[in-house]
């Protein structure tokens, strides 16, 4: 029973986090670029990795923690990005 309660406690704050990410991203609603005032609203950490010259183009990954919410699973982002595609060509 403990450990039931514990996961519904976890599961609320992350839904109180994304609550609050997504008031944050809403006083954007047409955002068109990336000022330092919004990166400081809605971004934590941005990682950069080192340069990867092996297949002799430069490869860097880069991670962004968002504010509230943390990293987001590479397949949302995945979905994101093909959402915005598909918007832009319609």
């Known amino acids: ?3 039931l309660e514990q996961e519904i406690a ?3 704050e992350e839904a109180d986090s994304i609550e609050q990410f997504i008031l944050r991203a809403k006083k954007y609603p047409n955002l068109q670029e990336l000022t330092p005032a919004v990166l400081h609203d809605l971004v934590n950490r941005v990682y950069v990795s080192a340069p990867d010259k ?3 183009q430069r490869v860097q990954d880069v991670h962004i923690s968002l504010a509230c919410i943390g990293f987001l699973p590479e397949s949302i982002i ?3 990005l093909t959402h915005a595609s598909k918007s832009r060509t319609a």
């Open 78 to 80: 995945a979905e994101m």
């Open 54 to 56: 092996s297949s002799g």
């Open 10 to 12: 976890q599961q609320e």
């Open 1 to 3: 029973m403990q450990l």
